[in-house]
């Protein structure tokens, strides 16, 4: 009955291991969640299965439900999944070889009910920290990620592993070779069987830290990116306002004209008038609302809609955007605007359109942007788009960046397609929390 338990232990291990060494490597299909059910259930079956008591028949069933649990659970080709299901069952036989030979021990000794449990449970421990560590550098190797993990803490893991690899090593040597009272045996086997939970409890801690570090990273890099496109606009904007004084003086530059006329300076009014049309301030600059920063946005924007042949229309009634940082105002619309554009690239008759207005009953900014799109978006299994710039469908910083605005203003964030006018849309609300007293 012990040793049932133990071998249903192991396999939860194993189970484990797996889905460590395949979420370092490929694209989730489903949600986490049907993952581990699918994978429980699996391995239920080949612990049942064990109960033959025939090798061949493990080392086949482990293969196989690999492959299923793999092809079911990751975006891969099912001659990809096979490959690293007959590799995963490959390295789980080569390291009970190498720990039960290292012991003199054969690999068929572990499947047996003849061996002292303390022993049984010392030598499964040792073969799957082996079997860990093996599989996690071949995903390292494979896939190796940049890390800003210190190098300190990257150390330390690699101490404790090694430590914990050690003292089980070091356990399964007395066990084999000193005649210990039993209760100290089991003792020692618990021992050591507690030593590889937390070995892989710290590699998990590890893989957490390092998602939440590149996280930060890519979230660090774009807002640095908002921000150099806060500057940006800024300038555009004090362009712009460079540009109203121009306007504001005319009359003077008429008057200029009309003295070099009276004096029949006709090279004079030929120069004058040239730089004058081709001063940067008389640009051509279209004003779609309110705000000269946005203002600014916008026209970048209409520019860069009219180079691919993309109709941008906005509509920004007064006041609608007034209690909104600059900051977050770009964020927002930058982004959304760059996913518009290259969505509607390309497409026949392509269009954009902008809505925002702000209700005073309800205190709430409706943000509404409607765009071409040639096919249908991909959705995630948490219901959110995933960006197609990445080949491994890792969702994307920009709409990470509006989702901060949103959250930000308490707001929510909706989008929808339609299958037959080919119309991507998306709708924000946002709440106010200036409010006028």
Known sequence: MLISRF???IYCIEAFILKQYCDSLFVPRHSAAKQWSVLFLLYMILFLLSFAQNVLLNIFAFCLINWIYILFSYNLRWYYALFHAVMVTTIMGLSEFIVSNAFHQLALHLYTS??????????GV???QLYFFILYGLSRIYKPKPSNIPTNITIAFILISLFCFGITSTLLVIGYYVELPSHFGYLMAFSSLLLLIVNIFVYFLFSY???????FTQMHLQMQ????????????????????LVIHDIKKHL???????????NQKISDYIESLTHSSQLKVSMRVCENDFLNAVFNR???KCEHFHITLNIDIRKQALSFMDEYDMTSLFCNLLDNAVEAATGYPNAFIEIYAGFSKSHNLLLLSVKNSCMQKPSINTKGRLKTQKFPNGIHGTGLKSVLRVVKKYEGNYEFSYDDQSHVFSTVITLTNSKKEK
């Not at 002292?116 to 030598?123: D, E, T």
């Not at 990116?225 to 109203?244: C, G, I, N, P, R």
């Open 7 to 9: 071998y249903f232990l």
């Open 301 to 303: 924007y209409l520019q």
């Open 209 to 215: 830290i390092q998602r939440k570090n590149e996280e």
């Open 114 to 123: 003849n061996s002292n449990l303390q022993n049984l449970i010392l030598l």
């Open 225 to 244: 990116k908002e921000s150099d496109l806060v500057h940006f606009y800024q300038m555009m904007a004090e362009q712009t306002d460079a540009q109203k």
């Open 255 to 265: 008057y200029a004209i009309s003295l070099l006329n009276h004096e029949h300076e």
């Open 126 to 128: 040792v073969s799957k």
